[in-house]
């Protein structure tokens, strides 16, 4: 009898952990299902009903609507890319170079230069940004690329996860036998550390590209040419067209922001949640 | 050999001077320079010029006693509780779930996969499509609802104070429940597993072995989950400011739209707008002394396992030497 | 794990790599011709009247580089102002500014980009004369170094109402009558709503349908001497809002959402009379939004307009020249077609008879009187009205007294206060202290 009562408070307790778990998964599906669905129905269609599960036949006419409002969706791809990418490559270079020197070189400074990145860790871009934005008017880098990539060198964070990186993963003996085979300090870095870190350097690298194809704050504040537009901003500028609603064309601009991201998302996902757990433990 | 090791000290510089020279660069200096604009009178546009207030503090009073930038402190840290609360509770229930030897949930991945996702999402991309999901009379979740029989007519949700707030929170939740799920679950699975065994035997149920056993070890990654969390929240611009620029009636208006309206949507108030920032910029920096703390101590355990090793290291060298 | 992520890595670098090759490849062959025109505007009405222009001048081979962005939510003056700020190449050499904000332009923070259309070369005393330019077009766009600014349009409003319901609730759909049922006044205007609501019809759709007419009939504007100033007329706005929304005479929708397009073509249970508007809201958002291209279907051809209860107008578009702009000579030609030359090759002559973009095009009342008299405004829309025959004095009441360069953002201050009130959120009073409030809040304005 016991274990009978037992074996079906588990049934039930299996099934609400199941439908709890459904019923999330769903709920993350369900709002970009509707957005994909309604990219391909007419604005009368969504407008009679506008939760479509299924695919209707006006993507083409959605295209058209919105590349006629001056909404060009390769140049802000192009733009997120060149910055997203630009800004990744900077950061877990640079970030894992400062935490080499952090790790493999006793130096005077070093151990304040590591309090130091820890005291400015989580210092936001966001509260100096009216700062920024007056420097970078005066020194002309308003609707420049570059003030959204270079500042990526210096990242505190990926400096103290990848400094943790090395001290769990990097034997000291390799960077002894480097140097004793003629190895140049820097080369050893490239050649032999660098590789060590692929990991850690996979992981980070996505959450870096992700962190910067998803700012909207300092373009917002940066770019006014639109030449220069990232897809966030491209897809703010969706939220307004006065003289009429196209909503399948809206709803076309916001799935073709997202596309990439899913993409890069399902094809990489289980090392990114791993990724997220080593941050997690690492940190 | 000991004489070699001394040399490379200077590379410990030579690599951090990339680092280093960037963040002068790029983030003292425009902090410092948001600072001093707080003194002065900067304001409108074009102006380059600046000049120190009489009264050095002035800003700073006006900005404390503006009732809006109140309004948005105070919704700031309300729409942060309402999206904290669910987040920790939700991700603890599915830590709860996903480590729980005896259900040995199946497709855990796929779940993770799937609550993880809007993580990764443009917040703007999700702020613009959750303005249409939500829209009136006719939208995606007016008439979910409506053909669900919960409501019998639509709802306005963006000129309700309490919805307006609820789908930001709500969206915030939703962003990040997932990501502290995975945070906790590999504080879990970082727990030495006799103990678990050990409480099985003992023949402790799973909701003892839950809150007696994992949820005192993981106290720190709560704590860190927490503080990282607050300094999100207090920052939070992408969301509100897209979905329904802090309105209605300001139920939405963060700090952070406030001090980009002060800055780049009115008068240019550029001084007030610095003067905004550095009142959040005290209260993040008291949260992340907060979190230093949190990460100095479990450093510090690390780095002294690190020291033995490297020590261990040097004296192996030393003897190599000798002989 | 890690070669699956090398690929991804290395995919996305490849693309990284072509894409600004392929970006750059753009630019240069921008940058081998020097001939662009940077060219801002809210709407693509003014695109649209350059590619008219290119088409007319085969030898104007400038390229033209449009940037649009909507004024909703108001977006457009911060990306405007960086941009005129930010100077260089990619600054704007036309740009457009709305009626609730062009004096920022003209005459206020941002004036001093503008170029004065004599600085131009624009022969502007003599052009003014021979096209009979509305007053206020030119009041408003111009400031103590002269003319900076033009409009197109002519933006006085009227009442725009629905025959058929006309018809069922007074027996006749004729403007000549119709207009003394809704008005002069708002009393009346509320006498026909009761009348309307007996046989379940909204005289309005929101109250954004009202606000306009209130806005453009007040006596002065938001700001007097330097302080915020709430006009009598606006103030009452709260009441007559309250009014409406507290007698189910309105939808209560917001205009520019969903809701109130909606009601333009009867997809809302209870049918609205009419609409608030200037001619443009006629072809640019009514036309558009009535379910049918053609008498009989939706509610197409059974509109018509009349005097409206109290005198108003309603937006319209200034253009401008940045004074820094390398390309004066080119932009002076354009601007001199769309807002001086009354010639039945002039933008404005297209314009008012829908002919831009060929015969059976939308028709607007436009700023040259002298275009105005060679045109016809009759509309297949309107039952076959001319409706300049009430757009046209409806001029008179378009003015700058009341206007001020902030008055986009203020306005969507009051508004939103009125609709806390009106949704019963707060009481009166608190309603206006929160507004004053906002205004010094976010613009630093004191109150008078």
New interface residues.
């Given amino acids: 009898m016991k274990s009978n009562s037992i074996r079906s408070t588990?049934i039930v307790?299996?099934t609400t952990?199941?439908t709890?778990?459904i019923f999330?998964?769903l709920?993350?599906?369900f709002?970009?299902w509707?957005?994909f669905m309604?990219a391909t129905r007419s604005t009368f269609e969504i407008?009679q009903?506008?939760?479509g599960l299924w695919p209707s036949k006006f993507l083409v006419s959605n295209w058209n609507v919105l590349t006629g409002k001056s909404f060009n969706p390769l140049v802000g791809f192009s733009n997120s890319m060149i910055i997203s990418s630009g800004a990744t490559l900077c950061a877990v270079y640079?970030?894992s170079?400062?935490a080499?020197?952090?790790v493999?070189?006793?130096?005077?400074?070093?151990q304040p230069?590591f309090t130091f990145i820890?005291?400015?860790?989580?210092?936001?871009?966001?509260?100096?940004?009216?700062?920024?934005?007056?420097?970078m008017y005066?020194i002309h880098w308003t609707n420049n690329l570059l003030?959204l990539i270079?500042?990526a060198?210096?990242a505190?964070a990926m400096?103290?996860f990848m400094r943790?990186y090395l001290?769990?993963t990097l034997p000291?003996?390799i960077v002894?036998s480097a140097?004793i085979d003629g190895s140049g300090?820097f080369y050893t870095?490239n050649r032999i550390v660098l590789p060590i870190m692929k990991p850690a350097i996979a992981t980070q690298a996505i959450f870096t590209f992700?962190l910067h194809?998803?700012n909207?704050?300092l373009p917002?504040?940066l770019l006014t040419n639109k030449d220069k537009y990232t897809?966030?901003?491209m897809?703010?500028l969706?939220?307004g067209d006065i003289y009429k609603t196209e909503?399948g064309s809206?709803?076309l601009g916001?799935s073709l922001?997202?596309l990439p991201?899913f993409v890069v998302?399902?094809l990489l996902?289980?090392h990114?949640?791993a990724g997220?757990?080593?941050?997690?433990?690492k940190? | 050999m000991h004489r070699?090791?001394i040399s490379?000290?200077?590379?410990?510089?030579?690599?951090?001077i990339?680092?280093?020279l960037?963040?002068l660069v790029?983030?003292l200096?425009?902090?410092?320079?948001?600072?001093?604009?707080g003194f002065t009178d900067?304001?409108?546009?074009?102006v380059?010029e600046l000049h120190f207030l009489a009264q050095p503090f002035e800003n700073f009073k006006l900005i404390l006693n503006?009732?809006?930038?109140r309004k948005a402190l105070f919704n700031t840290g309300f729409i942060w509780i309402c999206n904290f609360i669910p987040q920790l509770s939700?991700a603890l229930?599915?830590t709860a779930?996903f480590t729980n030897r005896?259900?040995k949930?199946k497709a855990q991945?796929?779940?993770?996969?799937?609550?993880?996702?809007?993580n990764?999402?443009?917040?703007?991309?999700?702020a613009?499509?959750?303005?249409?999901?939500f829209?009136?009379?006719?939208?995606?979740i007016?008439?979910?609802f409506m053909?669900l029989g919960l409501i019998e007519k639509p709802i306005n949700f963006h000129?309700?104070?309490g919805t307006a707030r609820g789908v930001v929170a709500f969206v915030q939740f939703?962003i990040w429940y997932?990501?502290t799920m995975?945070?906790l679950?590999?504080?879990v699975?970082?727990i030495n597993p006799t103990l678990f065994e050990a409480a099985e035997i003992d023949g402790a149920t799973p909701r003892q072995i839950f809150f007696r056993i994992t949820l005192p070890r993981l106290k720190t990654?709560i704590l860190?989950v927490l503080v990282?969390s607050m300094?999100g929240g207090?920052?939070v611009?992408?969301m509100p400011?897209?979905f329904l620029?802090g309105?209605?009636?300001?139920a939405t208006l963060t700090t952070?739209v406030f001090?980009?309206?002060?800055?780049?949507?009115?008068?240019?108030?550029?001084n007030?707008?610095?003067a905004a920032?550095?009142v959040?910029?005290a209260i993040?920096?008291v949260?992340?002394v907060i979190?230093?703390q949190i990460?100095?101590d479990?450093?510090a355990a690390?780095?002294r396992k690190?020291e033995k090793?490297?020590q261990r290291?040097r004296r192996a060298?030393a003897k190599e030497a000798a002989v | 794990m890690v070669r699956k992520i090398g690929f991804v890595v290395s995919l996305i670098l490849l693309v990284c790599i072509g894409l600004p090759l392929f970006a750059t490849g753009t630019t240069e062959t921008a940058a081998a011709g020097p001939k662009v025109i940077n060219l801002w505007s809210f709407t693509d009405e003014v695109p649209k009247m350059l590619d008219k222009y290119k088409e007319l001048h085969p030898e104007f081979d400038y390229e033209i580089k449009t940037t649009i962005i909507a004024t909703t939510?108001?977006a457009y003056?911060?990306a405007l102002?960086?941009a005129l700020?930010g100077g260089g190449a990619d600054a704007p050499d036309i740009y457009c500014a709305e009626s609730a904000f062009v004096l920022k332009y003209t005459q206020g923070?941002?004036a001093?980009y503008a170029a004065t259309y004599k600085e131009l070369g624009i022969d502007v005393d003599n052009l003014l004369k021979k096209a009979d330019i509305a007053q206020y077009t030119i009041d408003i766009g111009s400031n103590e170094r002269g003319l900076v600014g033009l409009g197109y349009q002519a933006t006085g409003g009227a009442f725009i109402y629905r025959r058929s319901i006309a018809k069922a609730v007074w027996g006749t759909d004729d403007p000549a009558v119709i207009k003394t049922k809704i008005g002069p006044g708002w009393d009346k205007f509320f006498e026909a709503a009761a009348a309307l609501k007996a046989k379940g019809y909204g005289i309005v759709s929101g109250d954004g349908d009202v606000w306009h007419a209130v806005e453009g009939s007040s006596e002065k504007g938001w700001v007097v001497d330097g302080k915020l100033f709430i006009d009598p007329a606006r103030e009452a706005f709260i009441d007559i809002s309250k009014k409406l929304m507290d007698n189910g005479y309105h939808n209560d929708t917001?205009d520019w959402?969903?809701?109130w397009f909606?009601d333009m073509k009867d997809a809302?249970p209870k049918k609205v009379f009419g609409f608030f508007g200037p001619a443009w809201l006629i072809n640019y958002v009514m036309a558009g939004n009535s379910g049918g291209t053609k008498p009989g279907e939706g509610t197409y051809g059974d509109w018509a307009v009349c005097e409206p209860p109290v005198g108003f107008f309603w937006g319209g578009t200034w253009v401008i020249a940045n004074k820094n702009s390398p390309v004066k000579d080119a932009i002076a030609k354009v601007i001199e077609w769309i807002t001086l030359d009354s010639s039945t090759t002039g933008l404005q002559y297209f314009w008012a008879n829908g002919t831009l973009a060929g015969p059976g095009g939308t028709k607007d009342t436009v700023a040259s009187g002298t275009v105005m008299k060679m045109s016809d405004g009759s509309l297949p829309f309107l039952g076959g009205q001319n409706m300049f025959d009430v757009f046209v004095p409806a001029g008179q009441f378009a003015t700058g007294r009341n206007k001020h360069q902030?008055d986009e953002?203020i306005n969507i201050y009051w508004r939103?206060?009125v609709?806390?009130y009106t949704?019963g959120?707060k009481s009166r009073a608190k309603t206006i202290e929160?507004f004053k409030?906002?205004v010094l809040?976010?613009?630093?304005?004191p109150i008078k």
């Fill in positions: 588990r307790a299996k952990v199941y709890v778990c999330l998964s709920l993350s599906l709002p970009f509707v957005m309604n407008q009903n506008s939760i640079f970030s170079l400062t080499y020197a952090l493999a070189y006793s130096w005077k400074l070093r230069f820890m005291a400015v860790l989580m210092i936001p871009a966001q509260v100096s940004s009216i700062g920024f934005y007056q420097f005066r003030p270079l500042p060198i210096a505190p400096v103290f943790q001290l769990a000291l003996d002894d140097r300090e870095f992700v194809w998803n909207f704050f917002l504040i897809m966030p901003i897809v703010s969706l939220r909503y809206v709803y916001l922001t997202v991201l998302y399902f996902a289980k990114i949640i997220v757990a080593l941050g997690a433990l940190e | 070699k090791s490379y000290a200077k590379y410990g510089y030579i690599f951090s990339p680092f280093v960037t963040f790029f983030s200096y425009p902090l410092l320079y948001t600072v001093v604009i900067l304001r409108g546009i074009g380059k503006n009732p809006s930038f939700i229930l599915l779930w005896t259900y949930v991945g796929l779940f993770k996969v799937l609550i993880y996702m809007p990764i999402i443009t917040i703007a991309t999700i613009i499509l959750f303005h249409t999901l829209g009136y009379p006719k939208g995606p007016n008439d979910l053909m000129i309700q104070t939703w997932g990501n995975i945070v679950i590999a504080g699975l970082g990654i860190y990282t300094i207090m920052q611009f992408d400011k897209l620029l309105g209605p009636d300001n952070s001090i980009y309206n002060q800055a780049f949507a009115g008068s240019y108030l550029f007030r707008a610095a920032s550095m959040v910029f993040i920096a949260l992340s979190l230093f990460l100095r479990k450093d690390l780095h690190w090793a490297e290291h060298e | 939510d108001g003056q911060p102002d960086q700020i923070d941002m001093n917001r959402t969903d809701a909606a809302n902030y953002t939103d206060q609709r806390e949704g959120n929160d409030q906002l809040d976010n613009l630093a304005l």
